[in-house]
DNA sequence: ACACGTTACGGCAACCGTAAGGATT
DNA sequence: AATCCTTACGGTTGCCGTAACGTGT
């Protein structure tokens, strides 16, 4: 299963590979095996499974609809099987990022951590809402998780990382953009444009407006930054980001981030992994790192 | 692997049997083996992964630390291939809801449903976050879902199931709790307690408010609803909910639901699943119900 | 004829049970 | 001495490759 072999995995992979190549004897060249061999191991899934897989015909063989039922789990169990030895053997990383995270403020550290050593390969590096980071901790799939937004749940050690500053952005032009500080009383009233949701991000925003008496009107949750730049950009409003997703607009000037006034509300980004994690584990050595290397 | 037989899946079995019971001679009991089996067994699974995953002991038997990394990836292996073969075999169905419609809304379906048809055995139910209910449904953990939020994915089919709507709850004794409809105005600069989030409430709030100038503010964001009723309950705000999840707590006095003026917003609930369910499988079955009973 | 999947057969590798062996309490 | 895991040995099972077969184009 776990490497080559003869098992139940084989036949799984066999399985897929019928079902991608709809032929036989080009999955025996493939995996090298003789053709018997894939009708006996297609053969012997199919009655272990209790059910007809794929429907051979003179033209083609095609999977039955129980087989297109069951690819979802042959191709997770490969998946699994792969992400296991990964994990144990070659000892590479998967990394899991929220998409903010993910998308604008992971890469230098992926960049002078692993370069720095040469003994890693790359890691794994997955980039998925907030919530589904957290599923896919839970199933194994990823190792240590860099996170908006973390529940304490048992299992897991959650080290915070940085403190990420929220700042205002507004197209160049706007009567705002001179402003060095954006004063909160400002935003009431205008509209304001949400992005990802489940990030806790409306959390740390009713704790900043919420008891300066702030009126807030959120408008379209657009459900991702990228989304709310773009819509800033073409003045369909205003929104507040984490300052690190905006650097680059800031730099082009094609947006302006202004720091709202006061104590600027800011959100604790998290690193995350399985308290079963080795203690000299990879994973664990990058995550400890990462959470050494916090800023701010 | 699927069934009975020795295979990896055999391995694997055993594994988690010796990390449970930390005695060989017990495994091999209860496992109708004999001791050396069980030996041999943990032995081949070590030799496959290339790491030693348990270390014995003249006093015992634990895991090593890559023994206990590797307890998660068993555990998913295991239950994936028991959801197959109960997928592809006995036809139980697994079904995902979303918190809010698995606590609140989803039983009497499934009473209705499944009391009816005395040839199916109950479904396996979980609830979990919107998001998460959408990757278990990548993975095949799921079937069919009940969802709050949908993003339109490719490969799925996602049918409209009822429309709720979304009403403000106050403590009783509240002033508000006599009127028949509130006036969106009162809610202007009252805090407003958040339950779940990636559920889509957010962009039904602002669609209803933002068009009308509503100043509304965020209060707490508190995970689910049953915290945000606790908190309504011990007056410490008001909030908008489901109107579905409050239906007990209004007929026992202790909390008061009230319906906002004008056209009311209400969330658009979904019954999803994933194209290559098979058109006579009993999960697309009970979807295609489901969907068929919309209410609203 | 040709291309394809199925089936039968012989050889080989893998797994299991039995049972003896070494270590620890 | 008792308990526990390991190891060696013989029997059986299961899988693979070869090759003959049936079928549809």
Redesign the interface.
Known sequence: ???E?R???E??ATFLAIVRTRNFRAVARERGQSQGAVSQQLRK?EV????RLIKRDARGCLPT??G??????AE??LR??A???E???THRIAIGASSNIGIYLLQPYIKSYFDGCAGHRLPDIQI?????I???L???EIDVATLEWW?NRPGYVARPWRREELVAIVPPGHPWAALPRLPSAAL??V?LL?GE????T??I??RY??AQ?????????L?STEAVKQWVKAGLGVSLVLAGTVADECREGTLVAIPLEGEAPNKELYVVW?E??????PARAFGEWLAAHAVG
């Open positions: 299963m776990f490497t072999g098992g139940t995995t036949q799984v899934l272990a499974l209790g059910v609809p129980e297109t039922g069951f690819l979802v789990f997770s169990l699994l099987n992400r296991a030895v994990v144990l053997r998925h809402q907030n919530p589904v957290a599923h896919k839970d199933t194994g529940d009431q009233g509209p949400g949701s489940g990030t806790g409306g959390r925003l009713a407006f919420g008496l702030g009126d807030m009107q959120i408008g379209m949750r459900g399985r079963s994690l080795a203690a000299d584990s």
